[in-house]
């Protein structure tokens, strides 16, 4: 079974960088596709970008000057860094494991329970 946990600051700045850990248990980040997905309040899922099992990076396009995923597989972790970030960043954060790449959160089958961040000052 894998397992998927989010980790990081719940309160971040306006202008700062927002940075998360996925820590993933039972299946190893060198396989299948591995995505940020966040969902601000009274909002919609929005996938945000995703590393793949060799390393490869896609973000989406109004974030990708904002957004970097890396990855440390001695570790099983993926993390998001997201900068500059404004009130309008504040969601709850996903990561989450595909079988394939998509950029379509129904896509992704398994999920970390999420992490609730504010951007505020």
């Known amino acids: 079974q894998v397992q998927l946990q989010e980790s990081g600051p719940g309160l971040v700045k306006p202008s700062q960088t927002l940075s998360l850990t996925c820590t993933v248990s039972?299946?190893?980040?060198?396989?299948?596709?591995w995505s940020w997905i966040r969902q601000p309040p009274g909002k919609g899922l929005e996938w945000m970008g995703a590393?793949?099992?060799?390393?490869?990076?896609y973000y989406k396009p109004s974030l990708k000057s904002r957004t970097s995923i890396s990855r440390d597989t001695s570790k099983n972790q993926f993390t998001l860094q997201l900068s500059s970030v404004t009130p309008e960043d504040t969601a709850v954060y996903y990561c989450?494991?595909?079988?394939?790449?998509?950029?379509?959160?129904?896509?992704?089958?398994?999920w970390g329970q999420g992490t609730q961040v504010t951007v505020s000052s």
């Open positions: 989450a494991r595909g079988e394939v790449f998509t950029t379509d959160a129904a896509g992704y089958d398994y």
């Open positions: 039972g299946g190893s980040i060198t396989t299948n596709y």
């Open positions: 590393i793949t099992y060799s390393g490869s990076t």
